[in-house]
């Protein structure tokens, strides 16, 4: 029995990773098409019908080039930094509450921010170990970014957390059959949503990758394989992210079709916004995380832990 139910985990896991890895191929073919429509032009349209099979040729043609490593990079860390940085994204959707009780643990909040800090020393490691100026400034931007928002979305996740009263993920559901999040946590939304752009490192904060001032930043020596798993890795995190967002502040029932067009819907905002909003500048970024973001989230806490009290009170 204990065989079988480990089988069963390898065997969902395994599914788990293939429809994710084909989700984000297909995301990769959106971003493009949309793109293309927003500065007026067509999107890859050559590659089979409609330039569907375009994200599998792209995979084709980066898996297959030939690697360059740079001569001076320290090679290990240089070599293994996708790897770990493509298998930290797809651990993260472990704690997704599933219908078949997947790795539906206790602790699935607790999870998903320990995963999420991890993704900062891949990123760190790929600039460093590149030994390259452009690389090292890409690397140390994407830390100070990633760890200025972490603070915001901790906080704001702990608003869920006293509401809630559960590190539980599928908990979201339950509190949200009569009334959805988004309504009672509306300007926390908003916070998230940017949080979480910055998370990803998307535009407008993609200091980590800025090509006009740092040609590509932190991936910058990576070609083929390398910057491939890096980029499965970033799309494999902004699907996540989407998701967690529906879990969130749209009802959470991952059994109704109508999550999933939300959660479309949210993979095309990131994209959207990719395509109108220029880079933020650095300065401002981080004004934003520790003087607007910091105590405006600190307060919500505040007034939902007071709330939560207040009515525990008139219970009791």
Do not use: H
């Not at 643990?105 to 320990?114: I, R, V």
């Amino acid at each position: 029995m204990i065989l079988f139910k480990n089988v069963l985990i390898i065997y969902s896991g395994l599914v788990l990773i293939i429809c994710v890895l084909v989700g984000v191929a297909f995301l990769t073919l959106m971003e493009r098409k949309v793109l293309g429509y927003i500065q007026i032009r067509k999107g890859p349209n050559k590659v089979g019908y409609l330039g569907v099979p375009q994200p599998f040729s792209d995979a084709i043609k980066l898996f297959t080039k030939e690697q360059v490593y740079p001569l001076v990079s320290n090679f290990y860390l240089y070599y293994c930094s996708p790897i770990m940085n493509l298998l930290v994204s797809l651990l993260i959707w472990m704690c997704m509450p599933f219908m078949c009780g997947f790795f539906n643990f206790g602790y699935g909040m607790l999870f998903f921010l320990c995963c999420s800090s991890m993704g900062v020393y891949t990123v760190m490691l790929a600039g460093w170990s590149s030994n390259s100026n452009y690389s090292m400034f890409g690397s140390l931007r994407s830390v100070a970014q990633t760890i200025s928002y972490e603070v915001s979305l901790a906080l704001t996740l702990m608003s869920f957390l006293v509401v809630v009263g559960s590190l539980k993920i599928s908990d979201l559901q339950m509190y949200q059959v009569n009334l959805w999040f988004m309504f009672m946590f509306y300007p926390l939304m908003m916070i998230w949503l940017v949080s979480s752009l910055a998370e990803t490192n998307r535009t407008p904060f993609d200091f980590a990758e800025g090509e006009s001032e740092l040609v590509s930043g932190f991936n910058v020596e990576y070609s083929g394989g390398g910057f491939a798993l890096i980029f499965l890795a970033e799309y494999s995190t902004i699907l996540f992210m989407s998701m967690f967002f529906c879990m969130l502040f749209f009802g959470g029932d991952v059994s109704s079709f109508f999550f999933f067009y939300i959660l479309s819907f949210m993979s095309f905002v990131w994209i959207w916004v990719r395509g109108t909003l220029p880079r933020f500048r650095y300065d401002k970024l981080m004004y934003l995380a520790w003087k607007i973001y910091l105590p405006v989230s600190l307060n919500y806490l505040m007034f939902y832990l007071g709330g939560k009290f207040f009515f525990f009170s008139l219970a009791m």
